[in-house]
């Protein structure tokens, strides 16, 4: 399996949402001038990180079914290839966004124990989100794109709600129940398990050019 070209892929939209939550957030913390800078750049980076990465898991998995996906096949990569590919796609997405989790929440928060209340939710997010972009990606071609806008639209106000409450909610002490994250993490592993289920008969059957 061409493993590079998958990796590569993915670390693409690493630069991506690292390098636009930089941007943002600087501009951002340049505007409020009623905070300190840095202290406003952290604490906005770690928000506008979690829900860009999040966000990008929907929208690049969706594409992905367009581009990625359909240039390795149409290099010789057989259909196996391309399901264990999408696959590591993913995990370099998710490596890299959890290093970064790490270190954003760990300057955000007094608290390193929080962390681990974090994290879960944040991978549940991803997995349910990326499960989601997955699926849409197979019926992309099959539905309009005023339907599709709508989802996508409601999909990222569902995103903005969740990660914003949990951040600001761990950057303010709340306490979360030890339950929560993994009502967050179970479905989001759940949804995903589901909709590969129908991503690998959409790969298997994938029109080859």
């Known amino acids: 399996m061409r493993r590079l070209y998958w990796v590569k892929e993915g670390l693409k939209v690493v630069g991506i949402i ?3 939550t930089a941007l943002y957030s600087l ?3 340049l505007l409020n001038t009623d905070e300190d800078p840095l202290q406003s ?15 990008m898991s929907l929208l690049n998995n969706m594409s992905a079914h367009q581009t990625i996906i359909p240039i390795s ?23 890299f966004l959890l290093i970064g ?3 954003m929440f760990g300057l955000m928060l007094s608290d390193i124990s929080i962390l681990f209340t974090a994290i879960p939710i944040m991978i549940g997010a ?4 990326a499960g989601l ?10 539905i309009s794109k005023g339907v599709l806008g709508v989802i996508v639209g409601f999909a990222t106000l569902v995103i ?27 479905p989001g592993a759940a949804v995903y398990g589901i909709c590969s289920i129908f991503e690998v008969r959409s790969i298997k059957r994938h029109y080859v050019r």
Do not use: H, N
Request: glycine residues 12%.
């Open 73 to 95: 096949l149409s290099f010789g990569g057989t259909r196996k290839e391309a399901l264990w590919g999408i696959q590591l796609y993913r995990l370099t997405v998710l490596i």
């Open 41 to 55: 750049f952290i604490q906005q980076g770690t928000t506008y990180f979690a829900i860009m990465g999040v966000l």
């Open 18 to 20: 690292f390098g636009a």
């Open 101 to 103: 989790a790490f270190v």
């Open 126 to 129: 991803y997995l349910f989100f």
């Open 160 to 186: 903005m709600f969740i990660l914003i409450f949990a951040i600001l909610g761990l950057d303010i002490g709340l306490e979360i129940s030890d339950y929560i994250p993994w009502l967050i993490f179970i």
């Open 133 to 142: 972009g997955g699926l849409l990606g197979t019926f992309v071609s099959r």
């Open 27 to 29: 501009f951002m913390a």
